[in-house]
């Protein structure tokens, strides 16, 4: 079984603080990729990786950063904490290529910024 | 960008019923998968599909490719409680980048009061 998990379930930060959320998978997957979800707004992806040292915008990376160092190590970052990030983040890895694009999600952390 | 139109929203089950729920796009897609978010966790796989006209199930749901391969759809036979929860569906546009996703905004499911 694919098995992604991510460094906390919850986490209260303070405006301004640098924020890490580190994400790792078991099953070799060479995409990795952060979303954020919110109420009403559905899954959002923020960045994403085919490769290590690789990385991609998404749909709303602004505000975000990402490192992956390692294959199996997926890091984001909130260089500097807002309110307006307070949200639940999910990670996801998948295989590279066709014709299997599924993704699998490790548990997500919560994340509330004050 | 690409959207994904899910319906319904949302809505109420009792014990036993049959659900049924679907997705749109206006663009075609080469792949669908469904997922099942309980509260406070990520989102699990349920199935997924890669051909046009595909039928597949796990256990009580069953999921099929549309034809147009604008649509799929998922159904859930004789419903029970621990089924309440948020079902996403999830394509990849054709012409989308490599293993890239689109997600619906989901339907949540919940118990009839």
């Known amino acids: 079984d694919v098995k992604v998990t991510q460094s906390s379930r919850y986490l209260v930060k303070r405006t301004g603080e640098k924020v890490f959320l580190e994400c790792v998978q078991d099953?070799?997957?060479?995409?990795m990729f952060w979303y954020r979800q919110d109420p009403g707004l559905g899954l959002r992806l923020i960045y994403f990786?085919?490769?290590?040292?690789?990385?991609e915008k998404g749909d709303i990376p602004e505000g975000y950063s990402v490192s992956r160092e390692k294959k199996e190590r997926f890091s984001l970052i909130l260089e500097s904490a807002s309110t307006n990030q307070t949200s639940m983040y999910l990670c996801?890895?998948?295989?590279?290529?066709?014709?299997?694009?599924?993704?699998?999600f490790g548990p997500g952390t919560r994340l509330t910024v004050t | 960008g690409q959207q994904l139109n899910q319906s319904p929203q949302s809505m109420f089950i009792q014990e036993g019923e049959d659900v049924s729920m679907n997705c749109t796009s206006s663009s075609i897609f080469n792949t669908w998968l469904w997922y099942k978010q309980d509260p406070g966790e990520g989102p699990v796989l349920l199935i997924a599909l890669y051909k046009a006209g595909e039928l597949t199930s796990n256990g009580r749901l069953t999921a099929q490719f549309g034809i147009t391969r604008k649509d799929s759809f998922l159904n859930i036979s004789a419903s029970i409680p621990s089924d309440v929860g948020i079902y996403f569906c999830a394509g990849r546009w054709l012409l989308g980048s490599q293993g890239n996703l689109i997600f619906g905004k989901g339907t949540k499911l919940s118990v009839k009061p």
């Open positions: 996801a890895s998948s295989r590279a290529g066709g014709p299997v694009y599924e993704q699998y």
């Open positions: 990786s085919y490769d290590v040292k690789m990385k």
């Open positions: 099953m070799d997957h060479e995409n």
